[in-house]
């Protein structure tokens, strides 16, 4: 089981994006696939940046969670056969929901209503990793998050506070 209790919200971001990219394999191809892969590639661009997150980008993962034209995770978890690939897409949910949020606190914009309940945690992210069991406990490797949390915090201890990049994080796993 990963401790969670001492560990940043952008450690907390990179652990759920690192969750969204494990999932993604299990993805079937198709506009609910496009539509993860553009929502996870904004979510890498918030962990790459942080504190300099661009307000466009806040604004574009805004728009993957909740578009005008509905066509969003919900519908596609809805029209999936599959409640493994349903789950999936709600997780996926989560996760942007989370990091966006996350980003939007560091930058002190106010945060959307549909936002705003996972912007302080309390859970939010022991919540993710009780989903991924939900997904398939076989196919997540909770070790390769042990991996990743402590790499993280290893590199943070010896260099101060940095920011990770997405071939940095997915060498690790992949």
């Not at 066509?71 to 709600?90: A, L, P, Q």
């Not at 996350?102 to 959307?112: K, N």
């Not at 070790?143 to 920011?163: A, H, P, S, W």
Request: net charge negative.
């Amino acid at each position: 089981m990963i401790i969670l209790e001492k560990t940043s919200d952008y450690m907390k971001a990179v652990l759920a994006i690192v969750i969204g990219e494990q999932v993604m394999k299990m993805l079937p191809k198709g506009d609910g696939f496009l539509h993860s892969r553009k929502t996870l590639d904004l979510c890498w661009k918030c962990i790459e940046e942080w504190e300099n997150v661009s307000g466009d980008v806040m604004g574009d993962i805004c728009y993957c969670i909740d578009p005008e034209d509905d066509i969003e995770f919900e519908y596609y978890s809805d029209i999936s056969e599959d409640v493994t690939i349903s789950n999936i897409y709600m997780l996926i949910l989560g996760i942007a929901s989370y990091i966006d949020a996350q980003v939007m606190r560091v930058a002190h914009s106010p945060l959307p209503q549909y936002i705003d309940p996972v912007s302080n945690d309390e859970g939010y992210t022991e919540y993710i990793l009780d989903y991924v069991k939900k997904i398939n406990v076989n196919f997540f490797e909770e070790f390769k998050l042990q991996q990743v949390l402590t790499y993280c915090n290893d590199k943070q201890n010896e260099k101060g506070n940095i920011r990770f990049c997405r071939e940095e994080i997915l060498g690790i796993i992949f």
